[in-house]
């Protein structure tokens, strides 16, 4: 039965929606995205006489993400579910809704966005869907996010009903499990397959039953060694025990709790190669310059935790080995007063982490000496990631059990390492700078000059599809909001015209996608209240930075610092809106009476930065300090704080009963809120992006658009009135945020679920049919050498 508007709205609504879609003023660029299609339906409705008087029309029309509007038709985006597009092509005096394929779709915008093209162009298309024909899929949209969950029920259905294969399978995955040179688990010369298996742990229970608490364990390992049992079963008998029950309920009777609790138990990880090329990475003087912020925090407490528990892992399991952890970045020799140019540095309290730096090469093989941006890296990867498999070796003496990648940069070099080194991999966005531009596919060539997006969206979309795993921080970062397309979904289809059509870049219903959100490094941020961990003299020398003292790295002089403090700390990128925020809370009279204004953003002086949107933002951040005369309300701390004094700030803030605002115009998930909500400060986040998934509105923080001015600002002095007529209500949404951040946004629990799934991947990986990987693997070899290498090789080095 063919598609009819009738489907979705009433018999009397169509006429006049039909009239909306062939009325309404199509933009220069004749697309129109959802946002507009809604405030354009608002107003001619609204003309209309209508207003809410056609419900199925707004139903309908708030699921479509776009409009292509054309001479004789209109092109509708409709997507009926989250992670799932229909394109129906409209006639203006017809019902029915015809079906559109996304390579026709592409086709059409393509010449509708650039109609210069020639008339016998053939543009390249990419479609990965026939690589997808193996293993798992997911069904519905809601459970995406959460692929470990439906590939170990995948793997316990197919040990059911497969078992002569999977358990021989498991067997030959024990049997050659080797950690640091030494093989642990299974003896092959004593235990030759799953009948010798089965029956060595019947004896192996029994004799441990037995022996538990009556001899020591290098006894008792002596004796499970006889059978066939080596090193790796646990620390204990108890432990012993607990992982060979285990096995054998995989044998007899798989399910999927089973499974996961197996394989998280077997001691598969102690070599992390972490990968973060570019920016400055260090532990200190380097937050604040350009490319340098969060993911340098994220990745510094990542390893510091994952050394934590992957050493209680391997304790757990029996095992004397400590694991070791390298953070790969780049060498920068003109260091510019930081550690940037050294090639091996011990990251602080820890036992074996490092971040092993190692420099970009040029044509002539030279060492390239300064600093270069992010979207200008893609030349040299090629040549560092050689170096890297090189230095890896040398650093762990052989290969490393997991690599993760971090950024777009960070993850093609980890997929390059892990295709050559045959390691398991891991891929982390942090943030996708599709979602981030708006049109930075359809009008790439205008991007392209200073970003290079042809490059990053292919090697994002290599990434993807090669990854073991994928971790993002939240699930709408997979796929969005019933309202909003979410990063990743983004790359299902979409047109470079010219030069790429993808018609079907990633699938989403595969379960490489887990959410897994970071944690903060809880000896740093910690609640205001506990008094007895803080630095007295370090808190009142940066309470005077922030509210008082002359610094010719400030701007701005408090008249009335008693005031509470809303406080925001970013760079200042127009994405970040700091300077929104400063508008917002000049214009409001009544929030300027009762609060005041502390920004911690970049530098003030536009001429000390090299970065051209920072210092644009620096320069409209001076017009409106004084276009609203705001020199006595609001205090600009233009230097870098290092993690503990960033810590201690949010503790002052909350001090004061302040509270913290993150006003992003998208933000892929927001490590400040998390540090100023573990550091008991109440926050205001943006609406747009992962924070939606951190804070519960008007319970643990509040949610603001920050595109509109007046109610951010209406909404900041709602809350301050609040608390001066109910005293405790600051407290109350201080103490429900504090709460969610330690019951859900923790280091310990993202190492847990980071170690599961790298062992449970593991094992699919070993797993799985030959053919599946190698043929997605070879076409994207291809596309490597022939695309992305060379599209890179042409960016000028600069």
Not at 50 to 71: A, M, N, Y
Not at 603 to 628: C, F, N, Q, T, W
């Amino acid at each position: 039965m063919p598609d009819t508007l009738a489907n979705f709205i009433d018999e009397q609504e169509i006429p006049l929606l039909l009239d909306f879609l062939f009325s309404i003023p199509a933009p220069e660029s004749s697309i129109l995205l959802r946002n507009d299609i809604l405030l354009a339906f608002e107003i001619w409705a609204g003309e209309q006489g209508k207003g809410e008087e056609l419900p199925g029309s707004w139903r309908f029309l708030r699921k479509v993400q776009e409009i292509l509007c054309l001479q004789e038709e209109r092109i509708v985006v409709y997507r009926h579910r989250k992670a799932s597009c229909r394109i129906y092509a409209i006639r203006q005096e017809s019902e029915q809704l015809l079906p559109l394929s996304a390579r026709n779709f592409l086709a059409v915008k393509e010449r509708l966005v650039n109609p210069n093209l020639p008339a016998q162009q053939r543009t390249m298309e990419l479609n990965l869907a026939p690589f997808y024909d193996y293993g798992p899929s997911l069904k519905d949209p809601n459970t995406i996010g959460h692929g470990i969950k439906h590939l170990n029920r995948y793997l316990s259905t197919n040990l059911a009903s497969q078992p002569d294969k999977w358990q021989k399978a498991l067997y030959e995955f024990l049997k050659l499990h080797q950690l640091h040179g030494v093989q642990l688990l299974l003896d092959g010369g004593k235990i030759r397959n799953v009948e010798d298996l089965e029956n060595a742990l019947e004896y192996g229970m029994d004799m441990v039953e037995r022996a538990s608490g009556r001899e020591d364990m290098s006894r008792l390992q002596k004796k499970l060694g006889h059978l066939g049992f080596l090193a790796g079963w646990g620390s204990s008998p108890e432990r012993i025990i607990e992982t060979m029950h285990l096995l054998q309920d995989i044998i007899e009777q798989p399910n999927e709790e089973t499974i996961e609790e197996f394989l998280a138990r077997i001691p598969m990880v102690s070599k992390v190669a972490l990968i973060s090329p570019h920016g400055w990475f260090a532990q200190e003087n380097v937050l604040g310059r350009p490319d340098t912020g969060g993911q340098v925090v994220y990745v510094l407490d990542q390893a510091k935790a994952l050394e934590q528990f992957l050493a209680e892992d391997l304790r757990n399991s029996g095992l004397d080995i400590d694991p070791m952890i390298l953070i790969v970045t780049r060498l920068i020799p003109e260091n510019e007063g930081t550690t940037s140019n050294q090639r091996l540095e011990k990251v602080w309290q820890t036992k074996n982490v490092w971040i092993l730096r190692v420099p970009f090469r040029d044509a002539d093989n030279e060492v390239v000496g300064h600093w270069l941006s992010r979207f200008r890296v893609w030349p040299y990867l090629d040549q560092f990631a050689i170096d890297v498999e090189e230095e890896l070796r040398q650093e762990f003496g052989g290969r490393p059990d997991l690599i993760v990648g971090n950024y777009s940069d960070g993850n093609l070099v980890a997929t390059l390492l892990s295709q050559n080194m045959g390691v398991t991999q891991s891929t982390i966005a942090h943030a996708l700078e599709k979602s981030k531009y708006l049109f930075s596919d359809l009008h790439w060539e205008n991007f392209e000059g200073e970003y290079h997006f042809s490059v990053q969206f292919m090697a994002d979309l290599m990434a993807m599809n090669l990854a073991d795993f994928i971790i993002s921080s939240t699930s709408q970062e997979i796929i969005g909001t019933d309202q909003v397309i979410g990063q990743y979904e983004s790359y299902q289809f979409f047109t470079m015209p010219g030069l790429l059509n993808v018609t079907s870049g990633i699938n989403l219903f595969h379960p490489r996608f887990n959410v897994i959100p970071p944690g903060v490094d809880p000896a740093t941020f910690f609640p205001n209240s506990q008094h007895k961990r803080r630095d007295q003299k370090a808190s009142r020398e940066l309470e005077e930075l922030l509210f008082g003292r002359e610094d010719q790295d400030c701007l701005g002089c408090l008249a009335r610092p008693e005031l509470p403090p809303i406080f925001s700390i970013a760079r200042l990128d127009r994405i970040k809106n700091l300077t929104g925020l400063v508008e917002a809370y000049g214009k409001n009279r009544e929030l300027r009476e009762r609060a005041n204004l502390i920004v911690i953003a970049s530098v003030v002086d536009p001429e000390r930065s090299r970065d051209g949107e920072e210092a644009a933002e620096i320069r409209k951040m001076h017009r409106i300090l004084e276009e609203y005369d705001l020199h006595s309300s609001v205090r600009w701390v233009g230097k870098l704080l290092d993690k503990r004094a960033t810590g201690e700030a949010y503790r002052i803030m909350a001090d004061r009963q302040g509270v913290f605002v993150q006003p992003a115009l998208f933000e892929a998930f927001g490590l400040t809120i998390l540090e100023a909500m573990h550091s008991g400060l109440p926050v205001f986040v943006t609406m747009f992006g992962g924070p939606v998934e951190i804070v519960e509105h008007e319970k643990s923080g509040f949610l603001i658009n920050p595109t509109n001015h007046e109610a951010m600002s209406a909404h900041l002095a709602d809350f301050f009135i609040r608390c001066t007529e109910s005293p405790k209500y600051w407290a109350t949404i201080a103490k429900a945020g504090l709460k969610r951040a330690q019951s859900n946004f923790t280091w310990e629990l993202y190492c847990r679920k980071l170690t599961r799934l790298a062992k449970v991947h593991g094992f699919w990986r070993y797993s799985q049919s030959e053919h599946a990987k190698t043929r997605m693997a070879q076409c994207w070899n291809q596309l490597y050498h022939l695309y992305i290498k060379a599209r890179a090789a042409a960016i000028d080095r600069q």
